[in-house]
């Protein structure tokens, strides 16, 4: 907004508010014109309507543009889901000897399932925002 609380347009919006205006004058004629005479020879301008609702809607080009390449690259290296391998719990689930106890192979499964479902939450949640974008 400018100080006088007068919107301020870039050059492209001022042109589809002067469009706007040309196709209002010229409906205003032909209407005029066809309830005088019957018939018109005015023909309509193209009508924007489309950068006309972009403008109403305080929409103009603030959508957020689709990652590619490094971009995309280095957001998800921001968004990996760090997993907890470090736990000592985790560490040995591969390395399960034939004599450990049922009860350590349960306790150590339950551990590796509660992360498993940490990670698919986390990814279904990053997912979910890319479907959104």
Known sequence: ???NGVPMFTKAEKGTLIQCANFTVALHRLSTQ?????????TLPPYPRAEL????NGDTEHKKSK?????????????????PFNDPDLQGIVDIARNTPVEDVVIKLKKAYSCAT????????LLS?????
């Open 1 to 3: 907004m400018a100080t």
């Open 34 to 42: 066809l309830l005088a005479d019957g018939c018109t020879d005015v």
């Open 53 to 56: 609702i972009k403008i109403l």
């Open 67 to 83: 990652l590619q390449g490094a971009e995309l690259d280095e957001y998800l290296g921001k968004q990996l889901v760090c997993v």
């Open 118 to 125: 940490e990670i698919r939450q986390d990814c279904l949640k």
């Open 129 to 133: 925002f890319w479907e959104r974008a």
